[in-house]
């Protein structure tokens, strides 16, 4: 734990990087705007929510008691249009899309907030705090409707920079000849046939789109809390109208740190359905495993604006097979000497085994980087390009070494040395949000069920190639095993030859080479996973050649994850 490391965040509001004070000593108060539930989640949802919970985890690993608040809108005009096109009642409607996102979040690994409130149950708060703006003389009631009016709010842009005249009509503001100023929005709307209305001293209807977010913030967190959050699509109007509407409720109503998350482009295009370059969770976890997914939004600053292609997706994707392949080879590699060791002790002629001196840098330069990098606006790129990178790489050395004949004090050093980087590369993947519960093996598994739906190949298609491939070398065919294996690189599967077995596993879809005649014959051992040299085609296998899957990545280094 790092409960004195100087957290800083950058704050909208100021424009800058500040550091994070909360208002009360150890805990933390903090408030995610949620999604509207009309429809399944996109993958801009995605990122917000895998955003604000890495701030969620870190906040806690650095010791603080968070309260994380994240809200439903299931009360808008877009969820009652889709309902009475589906001839759905609209609450049913947005209590089917709740539960789905909430499937989403745990597929990702989000953590639930500690509330998750929904704006059909807090109508109560919300009619409350209309009440206490109107007669605070910031809104005014007109035929049912109820407006806030922006000349009674002083510091109406500030979070946003915007003056008053470049408020346009849209984006949930009605254009209406009966408000005062066309920038004044609605807090309530008065019921129209055929919606879901509440009761209200203005007659009956349902809350306008702000107002949701200052109702059920003040509730659970009251006026004033340490951390709002959203996208930055969210600045202006919503959180900017917020902000007016709470101080005009309450005059002392205050944020910390207002914090926004960059937008999802596809292929450098800003995604939207018109360009129908928009895409749900579920359709992009169809092919890719979720925690591919959260890798790729991390491998983005999260202020920076995160391109969306298949290719950074791939490469994600193989990133996260290589630290779980990583993680099993070194429980693999560790299981018989822990059982020795329940009878026989980790201690040689008195003297406790202990990591060595490479071991502790690297576990130090791991712990240190990460709480740094990660202190600094949560740079998480820097974190699964580097240190993480490193740690996977030293632990993979230290597993060959481990095969090596050697003393038994030095061969203890090593295990220990493993034990201890091991459980550091878990904390850090912990905090992260990509430690599954599952077993490393489960998750392997799971990614190669992914990468054989990308290839549309069964598994048993490959083992056939694999076979094919083996019988073409046995009878010198080098030019067939060539194209067997570039074939299946083509489609994102790559071989490996361990020993005399041939194992394949996912990969970076490679481009489809033209075999070609070899004249000379060499030891090779296939780097999976990785691109391989021009030259380098079929060969004989070389008898006894061993090594773990995970450990071929080092022959090259990993592609880098966006950003």
């Known amino acids: 734990m790092a409960k004195q490391q100087e957290f800083q965040v950058y704050n909208s509001m100021t424009k800058q990087k500040e550091i994070f004070k909360p208002r009360v000593p150890g805990k933390v108060g903090m408030y995610v705007c949620g999604v509207t539930t009309y429809d399944f989640s996109h993958i801009g949802h995605a990122r917000a929510y895998v955003c604000f919970d890495v701030l969620y985890r870190y906040l806690k690993h650095l010791g603080y008691e968070v309260v994380y608040v994240r809200n439903f809108t299931d009360v808008d005009d877009k969820i009652i249009r889709r309902a009475n096109e589906l001839g759905e009642e609209a609450l049913a409607l947005s209590g089917r899309f709740c539960q789905e996102f909430l499937d989403d979040m745990v597929d990702l690994q989000c953590l639930p907030p500690t509330h998750q409130p929904r704006v059909s149950d807090h109508m109560d708060q919300i ?16 035929d049912g409707d109820v407006y806030f009016s922006v000349d009674n709010s002083p510091n109406y842009g500030r979070l946003s920079g915007r003056k008053l005249e470049d408020n346009r009509a849209g984006e949930r503001v009605a254009v209406d000849s009966r408000k ?3 920038a004044d929005f609605a807090l309530w709307k008065a019921a129209k046939p055929g919606e879901p209305s509440w009761d209200s001293p203005w007659g009956p209807g349902r809350p306008g789109w702000h107002i949701e977010c200052s109702a059920m913030s003040a509730e659970y967190l009251t006026y004033s809390f340490d951390i709002h959050g959203g996208g930055m699509d969210l600045i202006f109007p919503h959180h900017e109208n917020e902000i007016a509407q709470s101080c005009a409720a309450c005059p002392e109503s205050n944020v910390s740190y207002w914090v926004h998350n960059g937008f999802v482009t596809a ?47 791939d490469i994600a994707s193989e990133a996260v097979f290589y630290i779980y392949q990583t993680l099993q080879d070194c429980e693999d590699a560790l299981s018989p000497f822990r059982e020795g060791s329940q009878k026989q002790g980790t201690e040689t002629k008195g003297r406790t085994a202990r990591v060595t001196p490479a071991a502790q840098e690297c ?37 060959n070494l481990l ?27 912990n905090v992260l949000g990509l430690l599954s519960s599952l077993t490393y093996s489960e998750v392997l598994q799971q990614l190669k069920d992914k990468a054989l739906k990308r290839a549309e190949l069964r598994e048993d298609e490959i083992m056939n190639l694999i076979e094919e491939r083996a019988v073409a070398r046995k009878n010198k065919m080098f030019s067939r095993g060539d194209e067997i294996r570039s074939e299946l690189a083509a489609k994102g599967i790559a071989l490996m030859d361990v020993g005399k077995e041939t194992v394949w596993r996912p990969c970076v879809p490679l481009p489809l080479e033209s075999p070609q005649p070899t004249t000379k014959e060499q ?15 079929e060969q004989p296998p070389a008898a006894g050649e061993e090594q773990p899957v995970a450990a071929a990545n080092e022959q090259q280094k990993l592609p880098p994850t966006s950003g």
Do not use: W
């Not at 296939?526 to 691109?531: E, F, L, S, T």
């Open 180 to 182: 005062r100023n066309p």
């Open 403 to 429: 095969k090596k004949k050697q003393q038994q004090k030095q061969q203890l050093s090593v295990i220990q040395s493993l034990e201890e980087l091991q459980k550091e590369v878990k904390e850090v993947l």
């Open 267 to 313: 292929n450098d295009e800003k995604m939207s359905k018109s360009l129908g370059n928009f895409f749900t969770i579920r359709e992009v976890t169809k092919l890719y495993h979720p925690l591919a997914l959260r890798h790729f939004l991390m491998g983005t600053q999260y202020r920076s604006p995160v391109n969306y292609s298949l290719s950074q997706l």
């Open 523 to 537: 030891p090779q051992t296939i780097a999976i996973g990785q691109p391989q040299p021009a030259a380098s085609k």
């Open 127 to 142: 009619r409350n705090m209309i009440a206490q703006i109107i007669s605070n003389g910031c809104a005014y009631p007109v």
């Open 363 to 399: 576990i130090t330069k791991l712990r240190t980087d990460f709480e740094t990098k990660m202190s600094d606006d949560l740079n998480t790129p820097t974190i699964l390009n580097g240190a993480l990178q490193e740690a996977l790489r030293f632990i993979n050395s230290s597993l």
